[in-house]
């Protein structure tokens, strides 16, 4: 069974400052892997993903994401965060021998930016 | 480029009336095709999915239908609402590598 854990559910940070979010995986194989975020009452926008080759991944936006397969871990990070990224934050991921079918999500991390 | 539209983008519904929600994507031929349903502050949950017109597999059963009458078109209904129907509803396609998924904007559903 595969499943993606988001520990932090709300991560309030100020405008400027760095962000970390943290995101674990279990599969038995390494996945494909994924970062959404989630704007007030709209859908999801795909932020960065990764299939396979450098671990370090470049994403929209000035975000990137580093995979460690030692950790099963995907954290996605920004190095100065703007009041607009204030949103919801969700970590997937997907088996490499299934279509999106097969995605699982984590349960999401609220970020709020103050000014 | 390929663009994924919702509609209703937002409905409230009474207790037993029906529904119905479609998705339609342009510029994408024989998409897989899927709908998510997310409760108020909650994740994702798939619910259907198709990869052919005609064709639809059921992932979660929460008393709703899909179908897929057209190649570019997806659609959510049920007969009967129930309370616990109310929610955020997504459709998304896969791209090209089959593996990541494009969401749509939503329908927001309220039902009463």
């Known amino acids: 069974a595969q499943s993606v854990t988001q520990p932090d559910a709300r991560v309030t940070v100020s405008e400027g400052a760095s962000l970390q979010l943290r995101c674990k995986y279990s599969?038995?194989?390494?996945?494909?892997l994924f970062w959404y975020v989630q704007y007030p009452r709209q859908g999801l926008q795909l932020l960065l993903k990764y299939y396979s080759g450098d671990p370090v991944v470049q994403g929209v936006n000035s975000f990137e994401a580093e995979f460690s397969k030692s950790n099963s871990s995907f954290h996605l990070q920004k190095a100065s965060v703007h009041w607009s990224d204030s949103a919801v934050y969700f970590c997937?991921?997907?088996?490499?021998?299934?279509?999106?079918?097969?995605?699982?999500f984590g349960i999401g991390t609220r970020v709020l930016v103050r000014p | 480029a390929q663009t994924i539209h919702q509609w209703p983008v937002a409905e409230i519904k009474a207790v037993g009336s029906p529904l119905s929600l479609g998705c339609t994507i342009k510029g994408k031929s024989s998409p897989n095709l899927y709908w998510y349903w997310q409760a108020t502050g909650g994740t994702l949950q798939q619910l259907f999915y198709s990869i052919t017109v005609g064709q639809v597999e059921s992932v979660v059963q929460l008393n709703l239908s899909a179908s897929r009458p057209k190649d570019d078109q997806f659609i959510l209904s049920t007969e009967k609402l129930l309370l616990s129907h109310s929610g955020f509803y997504l459709c998304?396609?896969?791209?090209?590598?089959?593996?990541?998924?494009?969401f749509g904007e939503g329908s927001r559903l309220i039902v009463v």
């Open positions: 997937a991921l997907s088996p490499t021998n299934s279509a999106g079918n097969k995605l699982t």
């Open positions: 599969y038995s194989a390494t996945p494909y």
């Open positions: 998304a396609w896969t791209g090209d590598s089959g593996n990541t998924l494009y």
